[in-house]
């Protein structure tokens, strides 16, 4: 299992066990996924980083002074 987090603007648009598709874009070195209906963000992954699964179940929404976080589970 792999888990990723992503920045997510409002915590209340998903809920803890909801799978979410992920959709992959490309940067001249490097990769990032958003959730579909772009409801988060994940940070830049390098290629051996890279996602191989299209969609992931929620497992935590934490809140930090910052941001708004959804932790992600992916089969990897």
């Known amino acids: ?3 990723m987090e992503f920045t997510v603007e409002k915590l209340n648009a998903m809920e803890v066990g909801q799978e979410l598709g992920v959709t ?3 940067l001249p ?3 990032y996924y ?3 209906h772009a409801l988060g963000m ?3 992954f390098s290629s051996r980083e890279r996602l191989k699964s299209k969609s992931g179940k ?3 929404l934490k809140k930090t002074p ?3 976080i959804a932790v992600l589970e992916f089969d990897e």
């Open 42 to 44: 994940s940070g830049n």
């Open 29 to 31: 070195s490097s990769y």
């Open 58 to 60: 929620v497992v935590e």
């Open 66 to 68: 910052k941001f708004n």
């Open 34 to 36: 958003t959730l579909e």
């Open 1 to 3: 299992m792999r888990t």
């Open 24 to 26: 992959e874009g490309i």
